[in-house]
Nanobody
Framework: QLQLVESGGGLVQPGGSLRLSCAAS????????IGWFRQAPGKEREGISC??????YYAGSVKGRFTISRDNAKNTAYLQMNSLKPEDTAVYYC?????????????????????WGQGTQVTVSS
């Protein structure tokens, strides 16, 4: 069984911070690319940050505000989100797949990820 479980979402004020976690089971993240995607109501799911083989990618909308990381000992990936804006409101998903393309390509083509979490809601509002 391959499983990813997100946690850490919630309601936060503009300018605030949240850290999302993605716990993996059934496989180890060491040799996998990790992606964080988000989907707002009525919109397509978009890649916002991905990492693999020591390389990282950030979408322009989150660059400088979000940081992707992983703790292999805990088999968990993280997304630190700072300076949150109302436009960041969405369901956030983590995804994993063996690295089969550049990190940017994998983040821009969600079909390259085979394993997905269930999503966690992030709402940025005053």
């Amino acid at each position: 069984q391959l499983q990813l479980v997100e946690s850490g979402g919630g309601l936060v004020q503009p300018g605030g911070s949240l850290r999302l976690s993605c716990a993996a089971s059934g496989f180890t993240l060491d040799y996998y690319a990790i992606g964080w995607f988000r989907q707002a109501p009525g919109k397509e799911r978009e890649g916002i940050s991905c990492s693999s083989d020591g390389s990282t990618y950030y979408a322009g909308s989150v660059k400088g505000r979000f940081t992707i990381s992983r703790d292999n000992a805990k088999n968990t990936a993280y997304l630190q989100m700072n300076s949150l804006k109302p436009e960041d409101t969405a369901v956030y998903y983590c995804a994993a797949n063996p690295t089969i393309a550049s990190v940017q390509t994998m983040c821009l083509v969600r079909g390259l990820f085979g394993s997905w979490g269930q999503g966690t809601q992030v709402t940025v509002s005053s």
